[in-house]
């Protein structure tokens, strides 16, 4: 049997107004974090950041729930410096930046969520994203190609990034399909996994458009420290029984 200890459950809110995650929250945060067996989070995406703002997000943290900020900051190293200093003020658990905006990027962000946590133990996490879930191996060999000159693979392209992040000292966890997780632990092994692209044997949802996915269990056989479930749960005709089903995959 599987040891390792169940991974989190991030529950990834995809709603296109504060009130309606509001309202899902309402009835169904409860029940779903009474049937989970790990920590549970919500993930704040930049569709309803966009629409709710940056205090709903902070009354969303003051409630007692833990959040992770899924903006995947991108530009130059002043600016998302700023950004994720503004982030980490609304005492957010998580947040994201992408890898490709290199090392710079990174330690400014680091920099600036250490300043806002005052050097305490609780400042807000930097998860760097690789390589995202919506590219199939053909696409994402033509774009590495456009980039580099020279195509990649998924997997080869993420196991790099994951030991770049390493390397930097200044990122605490990495985002990857499931189906990079054993290349990344191989390669980053004090990097905090983060897995979306996760999909429930049986689960049907509206716009799917993740293309690397896999089963719970197996992204937790993979090595996944949290799994990130949006519609399969948030669009179930009932929310708290798809969540709890996750935890029964586990057995």
């Not at 950041?49 to 943290?61: C, N």
């Not at 919506?134 to 994402?140: H, L, R």
């Not at 985002?175 to 997780?181: A, I, K, N, T, Y």
């Amino acid at each position: 049997m599987h040891t390792d200890p169940f991974p989190d459950l991030v529950v990834a809110l995809d709603f296109s107004s504060g009130s309606l995650a509001d309202d899902w929250l309402a009835r169904h945060y409860d029940g779903i974090r009474a049937a989970s067996r790990s920590p549970l989070i919500l993930k704040v995406g930049l569709e309803l950041f966009s629409a709710a703002g940056p205090r709903w997000v902070e009354k969303l943290v003051a409630s007692g729930k833990r959040v992770f900020l899924d903006l995947k900051l991108h530009d130059i190293p002043n600016t998302v410096g700023k950004a994720a200093l503004q982030a980490a003020r609304l005492g957010v658990s998580e947040m994201t930046i992408h890898l490709s905006g290199g090392r710079g990027m990174a330690d400014a962000a680091r920099k600036q969520v250490e300043q806002a946590a005052h050097g305490s133990a609780g400042r807000t996490k930097i998860l760097g994203v690789s390589v995202l879930t919506s590219f199939s191996e053909a696409d994402w060999a033509a774009t590495s190609q456009a980039i580099s000159g020279v195509p990649s693979a998924t997997a080869d392209s993420v196991q790099r990034l994951a030991k770049l992040a390493q390397e930097w000292g200044t990122i605490d966890g990495i985002v990857s399909s499931p189906q990079e997780l054993k290349r990344v632990r191989d390669s980053a092994p004090k990097l905090r996994t983060v897995v979306p692209g996760i999909r429930p044997a049986g689960s049907a949802v509206s716009g799917d458009d993740q293309s690397r996915t896999m089963a719970p269990r197996e992204a937790w056989k993979n090595g996944a420290a949290a799994i990130v479930v949006g519609r399969p749960i948030i669009q179930a005709a009932d929310p708290v029984a798809a969540a709890a089903s996750i935890w029964e995959d586990f057995q």
